[in-house]
Every structure is written in C-alpha cells, then in structure tokens.
C-alpha cells in the first residue's frame, strides 16, 4: 500500500520504518526541512535502539522516502497517517494544535479518496473534530475520504520489537471501506486486530496507559509503607505480580512515571472526565502519588547523608528510562532542581540523554558520559536510570572513588545482601536499608 506519514518524530518515525520493513510504501513527511535534510542525510535525530538500520535498509529497498512536500505527499498515496504532537496543555488538557494543522493541510490537498488515520494520541471526539476541518477546506471539491483511529502503544527502548510484534492493532473506523483497508495495512504483522468505534479507539489509549499509570503509583503507594513496616516491596511485588488477575508488569516500584506517555495522558484523561461532568478520583490519586515520589526519593537522600546541603552528589542515569534520550517528564528533572534548590552540588552521568538534559535541567549540574569519572570525589551516590551500564557497573571501584561508601537506588537494581557484604550504606525503595546511620561511616 502507500502511506504517507505527516509527522517524523518518535511516532511517525518508527510506524513508517515498521510499514517499510512489512512490505508498503511509505513517506514521511514533515514542515521541518532540517529535520527532513538530516534524514535523507541518513541521521536519525532521536535515540532508539535498532531504527537507524532498518531506516538505512528500507530506504535503499526504494520503500521509504522523507519529504518536506506535506502536499505532494498526501497526493501521493491512499493512506495519510497523522502522527504529530499532542504536548500538554497549562490546563493539562491534549493541545491539538498540530493535528488541526495537519487536517487542514489534508483538506486543502485531497486529490481523490483517502483514508486519513489518527495515530496521535488524542481526546474523544478529536476524529470527528479532524473529519469537520477536512470538509471545511475542501473548497467545493469533490473528494472523498473517512477518517480512522489507529492509535499506538510503543515503548521508548523497544519501539521496534514492539511495532513489529505488536500485540493488537485497535482500529475505530465508521466505515467498512476504511475499516478494511487499515485491517490490510496491519495484516502481515500477525497481530490481534480490535475493530471499534472511533470514540472507544481514542479512549482505548487513555485508559491503557491510565491503567499501567496507576499499577505503578499503587506499588509506589506500597513501598513507601513497606518502609515504614519494615517490609520488602521486591519480594511483595513478585508475591502480588503471581496473581494472574493482576500480573507482574509495572509492579517495580521506583521513583514515579516519565515520558512522553503517563503524565500527558493521565492529565488529558482527567480533562476529558472535566469535560463530560465527572469526577475521576483515582487518577487524581495517581497523579498526586506520581508528583510526591521524586520529592519523597530527595528526603530519604537528604536524611541518610545528613543533609545534601554542601555536598557533592552523584547521578547516574537522566533520561526517563533506559534505551533512550527522552527527558520528557523525566523523575530525574525535579529530583536533581530539589537537590540543587537544597544545596547540593550535582554531578550527572547518562550515556545519551547528556544534550538533552541540558536543554531541560541546564548548566547548573556538572554532566559527564563518563559513570566513574561523575563518581569520583562524591559524597553520595544516586541511582535514577537503571541504564545497563549502571547495573554492570564495578561496585567495588565505585565504593572506593567515592568520599563515603553511600549509594541511593531509585531503581531497586541491587541485592541487599550483597551491598551489606560490599559495606555500602545503601537505601533502595521500600527495602529496609543498609548500615543506614552516618555514624557507622569512617
């Protein structure tokens, strides 16, 4: 089939090397010229592990093409993706200003029948929304086209495996001719195909990744009580995840969501409740628990070195998670301002996300690829990204660069036992701690 994709950031990009990789045709298109040179130059401008090749390989197969001509793009092919941004609102609600750009574009250039499909995530309603602005720049032409909701479920660091073995394809469509050509575009990936409405496609991803948001504010919730009973939320993650009804996933508890996903998504559904007069209490819990774990993390570092104030702190790990750069709501961001706003002085590893962290965070923290170099001379050692690089990383040469054997795990990556053999006065979370007393130090 051909497919144009308007939009060449995470979304796009990764959906438009998967489709290429299945046998379509496809060009991604975008208004950012840099970012189309760059492209065509052969530089991918995010970070995900596997997508530079299979770009390089569809691209010399003649299936994939980048563009900045959205017109002539859309003229060329029968399926137009909108893959673009949907940042938050300052009132937390979806900003559609992006996607009302793009169908406006689609209106102004339809040159005959297309299926023109969200993938972008996007609020109830958004469908119609994009169906009404096409028809509005039409200008008397003749052009027929329906609009669909495909929405995507890929993870940053996996978003190639995940396209590729996709779990399901939702598609909500009002027509069976679209409904058909989108299950056609998605059948050589095998998946399980779930045929809805437009309006429950859009809410589909909300309440997916709701769901997952609120798994990991409840063990979170859990943890914080596990330190004050003395109990270990590891092994009561791995006792709770055997339930079949519950499962294993998003049960490690840690120091809150991050991305481009949870928090945008978990605002935007609250906006929608707003919307339609109801109250959605539990995710407003979700949040809140979510905004409070950083803070709470900054505490428990502040008590166990007798308060950062003046001291040399270490990083290790910026982006939000592993296997990419994206420091979009990262729980490194406020973690790192309240240290700083405490006094501390911060010393930060990560083995990509470095640039993009300085854009956000900025030059007041001391950055470094560089894991033993960031270590050396700290007072105090913490964990937020468990990038393999920190869980392989030589505790032994660890605990000597440091001023103090103190370790601080926001990601629950070490074996109590073994720290307490390596003599590192080492807090994790919602597990007792290691020689937690400063006063054992010397």
């Not at 499962?247 to 996903?261: E, M, P, Q, V, Y």
């Amino acid at each position: 089939m051909k497919v144009t994709i308007i939009g060449t950031g995470y979304v796009g990009l990764v959906n438009g090397a998967c489709f290429a990789e299945k046998g379509h045709h496809v060009i991604c298109a975008d208004i950012n010229q840099n970012k189309i040179d760059q492209l065509n130059d052969g530089q991918i401008p995010i970070y995900e592990p596997g997508l530079a090749e299979l770009v390089h390989a569809n691209r010399q197969a003649g299936r994939l093409a980048f563009s900045s001509d959205v017109e002539a793009a859309i003229q060329a092919s029968d399926i137009i993706y909108i893959a673009v941004g949907t940042p938050m609102s300052p009132t937390g609600e979806a900003d559609l200003t992006y996607v009302d750009g793009v169908a406006e574009t689609i209106g102004k250039s339809l040159n005959g029948y297309k299926v023109v499909v969200n993938k972008s995530t996007v609020p109830v309603g958004t469908g119609k929304r994009v169906e009404s602005i096409i028809r509005g720049h039409l200008g008397g032409r003749e052009a027929g086209f329906d609009v669909v909701s495909n929405p995507e479920f890929l993870r940053e660091g996996t978003a190639i495996k995940d396209c590729m073995n996709m779990e399901r394809a939702v598609i909500g469509a009002e027509s069976k001719q679209a409904m058909q050509l989108i299950r056609e575009l998605h059948e050589p990936f095998n998946t399980t195909i779930v045929e809805t409405n437009i309006e429950t496609a859009e809410m589909i991803k909300y309440a997916s990744n709701a769901f997952l948001a609120m798994k990991i504010s409840f063990i979170n919730d859990i943890s914080n009580i596990c330190e004050r009973v003395g109990a270990n939320v590891v092994d009561l993650s791995y006792g709770l995840g055997l339930d079949s009804r519950i499962g294993n996933k998003f049960l490690d508890a840690g120091i809150g969501f991050g991305g481009s996903c949870f928090p945008k998504d978990t605002e935007a559904l609250i906006s929608i409740s707003k919307n339609v007069g109801y109250e959605f209490k539990l995710i407003e819990s979700v949040i809140a628990t979510n905004k409070n774990q950083p803070i709470h993390f900054v505490q428990k570092i502040d008590t166990i070195v007798g308060s950062v104030a003046g001291k040399k702190i270490a990083v290790l790990g910026l982006a939000f998670k592993p296997e990419t750069d994206d420091m979009r709501s990262a729980p490194s961001i406020p973690i790192i301002r309240e240290l700083i706003s405490r006094g501390a002085e911060v010393h930060a590893y990560d083995p990509v996300a470095v640039e993009q962290a300085k854009l956000v965070i900025g030059t007041d923290v001391v950055y470094s690829d560089n894991l033993l170099q960031t270590v050396d001379g700290c007072d105090a050692c913490v964990i937020l990204t468990e990038w393999p690089q920190v869980v392989k990383m030589d505790l032994d040469e660890v605990r000597k660069r440091l001023k103090q054997p103190i370790l601080i795990d926001g990601r629950n990556i070490f074996d109590l036992a073994e720290m307490e053999k390596r003599q590192f006065v080492y807090a994790s979370i919602g597990r007792p701690d290691i020689n937690a007393y400063a006063s054992q130090l010397g």
